[in-house]
């Protein structure tokens, strides 16, 4: 007999005579008709970003000027100093969603770094620290793929080629790498650098032009739909120097990075800038524009410390400073000198910078003034004679404790600095309040400790007033430098009548 072989039929599935409903709660839900299951049909569409990256080859750190264009593992770290994301919307599903185009600059030179994604986003900031590795740089003729200010590019694609990869530094950033602007050297101007009013007054059609600013204000960030239908967003920053102000913008993605800067504080040095002047001058970022955040130069500092002065808000009775001046030995010191207010005031302000080698510069000596003005009687009538301050709010009264109507502290006060007014001598004069007096040397022109002033009767108060006024008193002094400006204040420890 001859062998049976099996039909066709045999090797297909019976179909079952159940109802769908029935089929599927029989069927696994994990399991697709093709095999595979739905956690691994969705790795393969939509694979996990690297988090951990190993270098598969050896990779040549190098610095942005020292690379030629080809094929090379090079890596290099530089700061971002400008991007923009271009989106390339595709239905496959491994393709790129967007590049990001990014001139990442160090300390020798710029280059443009076109990063293509699929799923990560990067949430890159002007000035972030990154660290590049891939296995080719370009040159880009025509200016269409680079600008012309950052020519060399490399163009990578982490998600999908594992032998690039791109890397921000958030918690690993100093603050001090790759902070030197091109082309500076220490004790000569940068060149290209000019003032916001000579930018503004036809500036800008110099190429390679540079402004260094200061971050005024930060407006909120508003998001609107463009005519394409395309979802966007920008923000307004008010910038200013000792000349001009300004307002910066800030679209796309980039608008994220004003939520890092600190009003008064930041300092941005912007190359080759985009500008509209009508009756206020606009500033934006072009694909040509590079952002150096707290630039490595001497102006950074000085115009921090510029804009920190304009908004520095005195306190209204600062103490006077213990355990700076010597005064046991300057008061046994037979050298005793007397200085005028010309000489004081030339001294602080030829100190080169407030201080010395040893620190911040100080000296002590006598003044010999006539007072010009007390306001004993019209502080007492407001109830002003005692104050201080707290939690950022001035405290006032005829005592010498009150409390604190934000954290409900007891409050010890000290006496007015308004209650003396101008002093003379025969070269200059004071202001009002502008003096720090110790509490001995209130007692000793006074004739009162601050308790027995806020005791005594108003008619007391305004004979002591009438007592002083026009008197010529002996004033021991010491100065020294505040932080950050050259001129400090009169500390003034002790009085002869």
């Given at each position: 007999?001859?062998?049976?072989?099996?039909?066709?039929?045999?090797?297909?599935?019976?179909?079952?005579?159940?109802?769908?409903?029935?089929?599927?709660?029989?069927?696994?839900?994990?399991?697709?008709?093709?095999?595979?299951?739905?956690?691994?049909?969705?790795?393969?569409?939509?694979?996990?970003?690297?988090?951990?990256?190993?270098?598969?080859?050896?990779?040549?750190?190098?610095?942005?000027?020292?690379?030629?264009?080809?094929?090379?593992?090079?890596?290099?770290?530089?700061?971002?100093?400008?991007?923009?994301?271009?989106?390339?919307?595709?239905?496959?599903?491994?393709?790129?969603?967007?590049?990001?185009?990014?001139?990442?600059?160090?300390?020798?030179?710029?280059?443009?770094?076109?990063?293509?994604?699929?799923?990560?986003?990067?949430?890159?900031?002007?000035?972030?620290?990154?660290?590049?590795?891939?296995?080719?740089?370009?040159?880009?003729?025509?200016?269409?793929?680079?600008?012309?200010?950052?020519?060399?590019?490399?163009?990578?694609?982490?998600?999908?080629?594992?032998?690039?990869?791109?890397?921000?530094?958030?918690?690993?950033?100093?603050?001090?790498?790759?902070?030197?602007?091109?082309?500076?050297?220490?004790?000569?101007?940068?060149?290209?650098?000019?003032?916001?009013?000579?930018?503004?007054?036809?500036?800008?059609?110099?190429?390679?032009?540079?402004?260094?600013?200061?971050?005024?204000?930060?407006?909120?960030?508003?998001?609107?739909?463009?005519?394409?239908?395309?979802?966007?967003?920008?923000?307004?920053?008010?910038?200013?120097?000792?000349?001009?102000?300004?307002?910066?913008?800030?679209?796309?993605?980039?608008?994220?990075?004003?939520?890092?800067?600190?009003?008064?504080?930041?300092?941005?040095?912007?190359?080759?800038?985009?500008?509209?002047?009508?009756?206020?001058?606009?500033?934006?970022?072009?694909?040509?524009?590079q952002v150096d955040v707290n630039?490595?130069?001497?102006?950074?500092?000085?115009?921090?410390?510029?804009?920190?002065?304009?908004?520095?808000?005195?306190?209204?009775?600062?103490?006077?400073?213990?355990?700076?001046?010597?005064?046991?030995a300057a008061e046994e010191s037979?050298?005793?000198?007397?200085?005028?207010?010309?000489?004081?005031?030339?001294?602080?302000?030829?100190?080169?910078?407030?201080?010395s080698s040893f620190g911040h510069?100080?000296?002590?000596?006598?003044?010999?003034?006539?007072?010009?003005?007390?306001?004993?009687?019209?502080?007492?009538?407001?109830?002003?004679?005692?104050?201080?301050?707290?939690?950022?709010?001035?405290?006032?009264?005829?005592?010498?404790?009150?409390?604190?109507?934000?954290?409900?502290?007891?409050?010890?006060?000290?006496?007015?600095?308004?209650?003396?007014?101008?002093?003379?001598?025969?070269?200059?004069?004071?202001?009002?309040?502008?003096?720090?007096?110790?509490?001995?040397?209130?007692?000793?022109?006074?004739?009162?400790?601050?308790?027995?002033?806020?005791?005594?009767?108003?008619?007391?108060?305004?004979?002591?007033?009438?007592?002083?006024?026009?008197?010529?008193?002996?004033?021991?002094?010491?100065?020294?430098?505040?932080?950050?400006?050259?001129?400090?204040?009169?500390?003034?420890?002790?009085?002869?009548?």
């Amino acid at each position: 007999m001859a062998p049976q072989f099996p039909s066709i039929e045999q090797f297909f599935e019976k179909q079952s005579s159940q109802s769908p409903k029935k089929r599927a709660r029989s069927s696994s839900p994990s399991q697709g008709r093709d095999g595979f299951t739905e956690a691994e049909v969705d790795a393969v569409l939509h694979p996990p970003a690297n988090q951990t990256w190993s270098p598969p080859n050896e990779y040549e750190e190098i610095d942005i000027a020292a690379l030629i264009p080809g094929p090379k593992c090079v890596t290099f770290v530089g700061r971002v100093a400008n991007f923009y994301d271009q989106g390339t919307p595709s239905k496959k599903p491994r393709a790129a969603k967007g590049c990001v185009k990014i001139i990442v600059k160090d300390d020798t030179g710029a280059l443009t770094v076109r990063l293509w994604y699929a799923n990560k986003d990067y949430n890159l900031r002007l000035g972030h620290l990154v660290t590049v590795w891939t296995p080719h740089i370009s040159h880009s003729d025509t200016g269409q793929l680079a600008p012309s200010s950052a020519p060399l590019f490399a163009s990578i694609f982490p998600e999908r080629d594992r032998s690039c990869h791109f890397m921000v530094h958030e918690n690993s950033d100093e603050g001090v790498q790759c902070k030197t602007p091109l082309g500076y050297k220490v004790g000569q101007p940068l060149a290209g650098l000019m003032t916001l009013k000579n930018f503004i007054e036809g500036g800008y059609e110099i190429t390679d032009g540079k402004i260094l600013v200061c971050v005024k204000s930060i407006g909120p960030r508003k998001k609107f739909t463009t005519k394409k239908g395309i979802p966007a967003e920008n923000v307004n920053i008010g910038v200013f120097d000792d000349t001009a102000e300004a307002s910066l913008t800030l679209w796309g993605s980039s608008a994220a990075s004003a939520g890092a800067w600190k009003v008064s504080h930041t300092i941005l040095l912007i190359t080759e800038p985009g500008w509209r002047i009508d009756k206020r001058a606009w500033i934006s970022l072009t694909s040509s524009t590079q952002v150096d955040v707290n630039p490595a130069i001497l102006d950074t500092e000085w115009l921090r410390g510029f804009a920190q002065r304009l908004t520095r808000r005195e306190h209204v009775n600062p103490p006077f400073p213990e355990g700076v001046f010597d005064t046991e030995a300057a008061e046994e010191s037979q050298v005793r000198i007397l200085y005028t207010l010309a000489d004081i005031d030339e001294f602080a302000r030829t100190a080169p910078g407030g201080k010395s080698s040893f620190g911040h510069q100080k000296f002590m000596g006598y003044l010999s003034v006539i007072i010009m003005e007390l306001n004993i009687t019209s502080l007492h009538r407001r109830n002003m004679l005692m104050c201080t301050e707290c939690c950022g709010v001035p405290l006032y009264a005829n005592a010498t404790s009150a409390k604190c109507k934000q954290c409900d502290k007891e409050i010890i006060l000290r006496i007015n600095p308004r209650l003396l007014g101008p002093l003379i001598d025969e070269t200059g004069t004071t202001s009002t309040g502008k003096l720090i007096l110790s509490a001995a040397a209130w007692k000793q022109l006074l004739g009162r400790t601050a308790q027995e002033l806020v005791a005594s009767a108003a008619d007391i108060l305004k004979y002591l007033e009438q007592r002083l006024l026009f008197v010529r008193v002996t004033l021991l002094f010491g100065w020294i430098a505040e932080e950050g400006e050259g001129v400090g204040r009169l500390c003034i420890w002790g009085v002869r009548m």
